[in-house]
T-cell receptor, first 116, second 117 residues
Framework: AQSVAQPEDQVNVAEGNPLTVKCTYS??????LFWYVQYPNRGLQFLLK??????LVKGSYGFEAEFNKSQTSFHLKKPSALVSDSALYFC??????????????FGSGTQLTVLP | DAGVIQSPRHEVTEMGQEVTLRCKPI?????LFWYRQTMMRGLELLIY????????DSGMPEDRFSAKMPNASFSTLKIQPSEPRDSAVYFC???????????????FGAGSRLTVL
């Protein structure tokens, strides 16, 4: 069975500093990996995904994530945080060959707070 | 496109009442998902449809929950009778099938916040 771990419930960072939101996964075979963001009272919005190819994936709003197969990680990063980045971030995984698998598995979410 | 549209945005009801949540997916999307979000359990997949057919409902908590998709542009999630522990935000999401570029990305609605007293 596939699973996603987001070890930090809360990440605080000062505006202008780099940010990292951690994600590790477990899946049979090669993974599809995703990051979604949820702002208050809104649905989840897609940020970026890794399917294949370059391990560094660039997404919306200046975010990027690095796929590390040996560490089974897919950490979300941004070089310079903005107050408006404050939100709930979800990592998700599905197997490359999902067949009848239950589609995406989401992590528990990490609340990012960027302090002015 | 207006995105995935859910109604109502907020619902407050009393225990034992029937609740119906509605979803209009993005036109042309052939997968539709219902998720539930709570502080305790996070985001849970309840059921998903492909081409209007329920594929996997193993996440549905119990028989009080039912979901239908009578056509490609409409789905409902019904709870009867409702209980306080059903209080949560219910999300509908849709996506296209297959491929590797642009596909497999879920588009979520804004959610329906249900409070059962």
């Amino acid at each position: 069975a596939q699973s996603v771990a987001q070890p930090e419930d809360q990440v605080n960072v000062a505006e202008g500093n780099p940010l990292t939101v951690k994600c590790t996964y477990s899946v049979s075979g090669n993974p599809y990996l995703f990051w979604y963001v949820q702002y208050p009272n809104r649905g989840l919005q897609f940020l970026l995904k890794y399917i294949t190819g370059d391990n560094l994936v660039k997404g919306s709003y200046g975010f990027e994530a690095e796929f590390n197969k040996s560490q089974t990680s897919f950490h979300l990063k941004k070089p310079s945080a903005l107050v408006s980045d404050s939100a709930l971030y979800f990592c998700a995984v599905r197997p490359f060959s999902s067949g009848s698998a239950r589609q995406l598995t989401f992590g528990s979410g990490t609340q990012l707070t960027v302090l002015p | 496109d207006a995105g995935v549209i859910q109604s109502p945005r907020h619902e407050v009801t009393e225990m034992g009442q029937e609740v119906t949540l509605r979803c209009k997916p993005i036109s042309g999307h052939d997968y539709l998902f219902w998720y539930r979000q709570t502080m305790m359990r996070g985001l849970e997949l309840l059921i998903y449809f492909n081409n209007n057919v329920p594929i996997d409902d193993s996440g549905m908590p119990e028989d009080r929950f039912s979901a239908k998709m009578p056509n490609a542009s409409f789905s409902t999630l019904k709870i009867q009778p409702s209980e306080p522990r059903d209080s949560a935000v219910y999300f509908c999401a849709s996506r296209l099938q297959g491929g590797t570029s642009g596909a497999n990305v879920l588009t979520f609605g804004a959610g329906s916040r249900l409070t059962v007293l």
